[in-house]
Every structure is written in structure tokens, then in C-alpha cells.
């Protein structure tokens, strides 16, 4: 069940215009501090898809991408002072 649930979760990264939710961060192995900051810099960016009458905020896979893109830092980029 679970290699199902990864495998449609791996697809919906593929669409930009899918959302994820806390869970499916920590699915994709963000600890739980980890998945606060990447909704905060997110709902700083294009917001937090939040729908009426459901709890559980969201965010669209696009944000998520570049959030994490630009937090990156390899060969290319330098650390921040």
C-alpha cells in the first residue's frame, strides 16, 4: 500500500499544479521543523491553499520546487553570511 501511495505521490510532483500536504513532505523525508519553514516561505511567496470548510493547508508543487531550488546551494551557488 505504501509503494502505492508513494508511486501517485511522485506523479503528482510532476504536475505543477498539484498540491502537497504536510504529510507528503514528510513523506518525501522533510523532518517535521522542516515542513514548517517550507509552508511559511511558501504562504511568504504564492500563499497556502487553504479551503473552506477543510483544516488542512496545503501547498501547490510549483512553490514547493522553486522554494526548495532556491535553497539549494551546490557547486554554482555560495553559501550565505
Request: hydrophobic residues 45%.
Amino acid at each position: 500500500m505504501f509503494v502505492v501511495k508513494h508511486e501517485k505521490l511522485l506523479e503528482r510532483l510532476a504536475l505543477p499544479e498539484a498540491v502537497l500536504s504536510r504529510t507528503d513532505l514528510a513523506t518525501l523525508g522533510w523532518q517535521r521543523r522542516a515542513v514548517d519553514a517550507i509552508f511559511r516561505e511558501c504562504a511568504k511567496r504564492e500563499g497556502v491553499v487553504i479551503l473552506p470548510g477543510y483544516r488542512r493547508p496545503m501547498v501547490r508543487v510549483a512553490t514547493y520546487r522553486t522554494v526548495i531550488a532556491e535553497a539549494t546551494y551546490g557547486n554554482q551557488r555560495v553559501w550565505p553570511t
